[in-house]
T-cell receptor
């Protein structure tokens, strides 16, 4: 079993829909990252969380340390949000990644 | 402001050859990381550094060596390349407890 599990693996949405991507982990962590990887391959860091909630534009990330769970929400989704979203945790002086969620937003 | 720069962007090696990947950052970040990304395996941490002169192993360190002689540079070496090391390699940097800044990646093929 992976230490970091993401769901869903694939997600197709219509433009304007509210999107939720989930990340569960099984180890104690010091930080959790949400990353975005576009089809061209470049990786951008969206959020780093150790507690609570963060918001940047249409993106919201939350983390529940007790439940070992984080969610990434996208409000008013747009085709340019189409990408792979990756959850990563920093634990025990190592970083482990989820397999990613491939999001496609159709116009 | 270049951010994180990886060189080279592409390279083809023969089995047994050696090479060094260079990562340079101009943000004065303490932490630097090397990852590999393989289809079906996702991203995996190879080695990282928490400061000049320090290195540590990540999840998949075997077959790689690293050095951080200067704060702005983190080198990843393959002493004797193997086909299993065919991958896309990403470097990243950060301050302590902050977001990661990634380079554009190096596509490495080993024949």
């Amino acid at each position: 079993k992976n230490e970091v599990e993401q769901s869903p693996q694939n997600l197709t949405a219509q433009e304007g829909e509210f999107i939720t991507i989930n990340c569960s982990y099984s180890v104690g962590i010091s930080a959790l990252h949400w990353l975005q990887q576009h089809p061209g391959g470049g990786i951008v860091s969206l959020f780093m969380l150790s507690s609570g909630k963060k918001k940047h534009g249409r993106l919201i990330a939350t983390i529940n340390i007790q439940e070992k769970h984080s969610s990434l929400h996208i409000t008013a989704s747009h085709p340019r949000d189409s990408a792979v979203y990756i959850c990563a945790v920093w634990a025990n002086n190592d970083m482990r990644f989820g397999a990613g969620t491939r999001l496609t937003v159709k116009p | 402001n270049a951010g994180v720069t990886q060189t080279p962007k592409f390279r083809v090696l023969k089995t047994g050859q050696s090479m060094t990947l260079l990562c340079a950052q101009d943000m004065n970040h303490e932490y630097m990381y090397w990852y590999r990304q393989d289809p079906g395996m996702g991203l995996r941490l190879i080695h990282y550094s928490v400061g000049e002169g320090t290195t540590a192993k990540g999840e998949v360190p075997d077959g790689y060596n690293v050095s951080r002689l200067k704060k702005q540079n983190f080198l990843l070496g393959l002493e004797s390349a193997a086909p299993s090391q065919t991958s896309v390699y990403f470097c990243a940097s950060s301050y302590v407890g902050t977001a990661l800044h990634f380079g554009d990646g190096t596509r490495l093929s080993i024949l």
